[in-house]
């Protein structure tokens, strides 16, 4: 197993790994572990922070950044709004974890709604909203993230039924939406099982990283919704809908 291999299931395992430690651990100089860490962070494998990298939030979802430091902001806005527009009064809604689910939800101001998360943001922005119905959806928090996941989740979400659940996505490669750990691969597909439709959203960063689980096929989903940076010819040639959208210049 190669040095970078073994990075990665450190960070899937026990969370954040500091380069210094890293540098230790593996007997080389702390510019080889930023070179390793750089290149699995490009890959979708883990997620870039000061001194070191920790996993990606969730298992089939994307890494969470702080706002004032995710180049990509813009682009979530405008994808979060677009999926908010295709979400009918009076429907159950699923939202899945991450920072671009967590742009639905801000833009969700509907009068009569009812959304389902297992996410701590999401259920937080939710909250500051009265006339939407909040579901939460308990059991563990996953490592460096802020999901839940479990048999708990699992039980809860057998008693449910959504109209659309909106899952996020660390990749979206041409045969499915991947994710770098395999954490939460059974929850998101028993929250798709309960599910009348679903979408997927995902800035154009997310397309052609390389992730080593696939959570699923693009048959899962009506339609999916992304930016107008990823090339419409592309876009085009996806087996469902791929909505793209323009960010606002404010």
């Known amino acids: 197993m190669s040095r970078r291999q073994q990075i990665a299931e450190l960070v899937e395992g026990h969370g954040f790994q ?18 390793d860490l750089d290149r699995l962070a490009a890959d979708g494998v883990v997620v870039r922070t000061h001194g070191g990298a920790a996993a990606p939030a969730g298992g089939g979802g994307e890494a969470e950044a702080p706002p004032d430091r995710d180049p990509q902001l813009p682009e979530k806005r405008a994808i ?26 801000r833009h969700l101001d509907h009068g009569r709604l009812t959304v389902v998360t297992n996410d701590l943001h999401v259920g937080l922005e939710i909250s500051t909203k009265p006339q939407i119905n909040l579901v939460f959806i308990g059991g563990e928090l996953l490592p460096t993230s802020t999901s839940m996941w479990g048999p708990t989740s699992i039980q809860q979400l057998e008693t449910m039924r959504v109209h659309v659940a909106v899952f ?26 309960i599910a009348s439709q679903a979408f997927f959203i995902a800035d154009s960063t997310k397309f052609g990283r390389e992730a080593l689980f696939k959570v699923f096929g693009f048959e899962s989903f009506t339609a999916g919704i992304t930016d107008n940076m990823l090339d419409p ?11 793209r959208v323009t960010p606002s210049n404010e």
């Open 80 to 105: 979060g709004a677009a999926m908010a527009e295709r979400i009918h009064e009076g429907q159950t809604v699923l939202l899945d974890s991450g920072t671009t689910c967590l742009e639905v939800a």
């Open 233 to 243: 010819i592309r876009a085009a040639r996806f087996p469902v809908p791929l909505i």
């Open 18 to 35: 500091s380069v210094t430690a890293l540098a230790q651990r593996f007997g080389v100089d702390s510019s080889t572990i930023r070179r």
């Open 168 to 193: 996020g996505a660390g990749t979206v490669m041409d045969d499915g939406i991947y994710a770098s750990s395999s954490y939460a691969i059974e929850l998101k597909r028993k929250m798709r099982s």
